[in-house]
């Protein structure tokens, strides 16, 4: 009887949650606020403003996306470090919502790395000094990488010839595609993801529960998402 119990429990839960999940995959573009059309237009009139002064790029996109979303972006530096994919990056978190709004999360002379978002879509800056190379992971929301300066490459099984995404170009990683990724010295890219992102925190976290044990950043990392999460959704930012 306990497992009939408990089978029937599961089953309404599905039931229940099921028509929500396919009304808001359904209804997804409504929850967006940024495009990523636009945000390739606005990495690439930053390189033609900025060239490969990558600090003023970075400073250059930062300044708009605070004039389209105002009072939410936090402009404080607050660099905190994160491993995901066996990559290392040091992020330093914009803006953090939950629907409807943004994760912005910007990665100084580091590497990428996956960080706590949003429900339906982030945005960060990331990147290397010195090159890294990682799993992309396999996520549930589109991926596009703006390179705002170097190179980026990338490959997938089959392929003789690595996928090369230059200064200026995007990197379109689809939703539950998984690519080997590499930046050779220095690169760094605006990252748009939409989708689902509350899945991708797994891919975040993994490394450092497993691997790095890194537990100051952990608690660091979700100690500032929370809060600028909470800051917003007291601005009616859901």
């Not at 879509?121 to 396999?138: D, M, N, P, Q």
């Not at 975040?204 to 100051?216: E, V």
Request: aromatic share 14%; proline share 3%.
């Amino acid at each position: 009887m306990a497992s009939l119990s408990r089978l029937f429990t599961l089953a309404l839960w599905i039931g229940l949650l099921t028509p929500i999940y396919m009304f808001l995959e359904k209804n997804l573009e409504k929850f967006y606020i940024f495009d990523h059309e636009h945000l390739h237009d606005l990495s690439k009139r930053a390189i033609a403003a900025h060239g490969n002064d990558t600090r003023s790029v970075v400073n250059y996109i930062v300044t708009e996306l605070n004039g389209i979303v105002p009072k939410h972006v936090n402009l404080d530096e607050e660099w905190v470090f994160n491993n995901a994919g066996g990559a290392m990056g040091a992020m330093y978190i914009i803006h953090a919502s939950k629907l409807r709004r943004i994760f912005v999360v910007f990665f100084k002379r580091d590497i990428l790395t996956r960080p706590l978002l949003g429900i339906t879509e982030y945005l960060i800056v990331f990147g290397t000094a010195i090159g890294t190379e990682g799993h992309s992971g396999r996520h549930t929301a589109d991926d596009y990488f703006n390179i705002l300066y170097g190179t980026q490459l990338a490959y997938v099984p089959g392929a003789y010839e690595a996928e090369v995404y230059p200064q200026g170009s995007v990197h379109h990683l689809h939703r539950g595609d998984v690519k080997q990724y590499k930046m050779d010295e220095g690169c760094f890219a605006l990252e748009y993801a939409r989708g689902w992102i509350p899945p991708m925190l797994f891919f975040g976290f993994a490394d450092g529960l497993s691997s790095t044990l890194d537990f100051p950043t952990l608690w660091t990392t979700t100690r500032i998402t929370g809060r600028e999460m909470i800051a917003n959704l007291l601005k009616g930012k859901f």
